[in-house]
């Protein structure tokens, strides 16, 4: 015989066995007696016995061992956890992995550079207005920007997670052209100084304060071109959960040097 008869007689032989074996286990299935659904009563998450169907109860009762089976072991878990960092003779190992940084971990947030996505502007030269461009997100860090445990940035504020004593600080630089001539900064009312504030607000209150400000009077430039002035404040105050922490300067557009400028809290 040649292969090609061999081959297809080898098909033949594969294609019957496989036909064979299916219509055995078609057969022994029909012999199969059909399942007996009897009623069956398990206590459901009450306490309660349920008797129902035991497709339709086994279901729900093996869920509800397998979570509470669940809870206990997490419970064992953190209970041994709690232990082992309590244990007096474990904390020099724990600190020696973690630093001692660790047990010093508290609420504090820091932005920083005003972005110039978007142009400073002020109708009112002399009304505060809440600077709201600092970096925040995947820019946070460009500048040492940071938000650590639950303190949270929102258009412009550091929302605080915890009650307590709170130092805020804020520093800004300014810039203000001045006349060439004279040197006088060109503003129309020289007397009134630049100010430079940091504000809380309280959400359940629903209004400002302000916390702590720093005043600088206009001068005579040196250069005859333009003044600059550098202003750094803080102030210790105590604040609760959901408290906002924003920076208010007087006439806005002449904030400077952005990426220098930052504002930020810790709790004591």
Known sequence: MDVMTILTIITILTITASLTTVLSIVWTMAELSPAINDDVCLPNT??????????????????????E????????EQENLDNYINDESNKEILAAVYSNDYWEMKPAGRVTGLTLDEPLKNKDKNAMETIRNWKCGNKLQEKNGFLRQGVRYNNGRLVVPAKGSYFVYSFVDFKESCNRETGKPDI?????????SIYKFNI??????????GLHPHKVSLSRYYNSYSSYISSLIELVAGDEISIKVMNITNIDYAENNYFGLYLV
């Open 69 to 76: 089976e669940y809870l206990r072991i997490r419970q064992r």
């Open 188 to 196: 129309e009312d020289i007397n009134i100084p630049l100010k430079h």
């Open 46 to 67: 009450l306490g309660a016995l349920d008797c129902k169907p035991s497709v339709s109860v086994l279901p729900g009762y093996l869920n509800m061992q397998i979570s």
């Open 204 to 213: 359940k209150e629903g209004r400002e304060t302000e916390v702590v400000s």
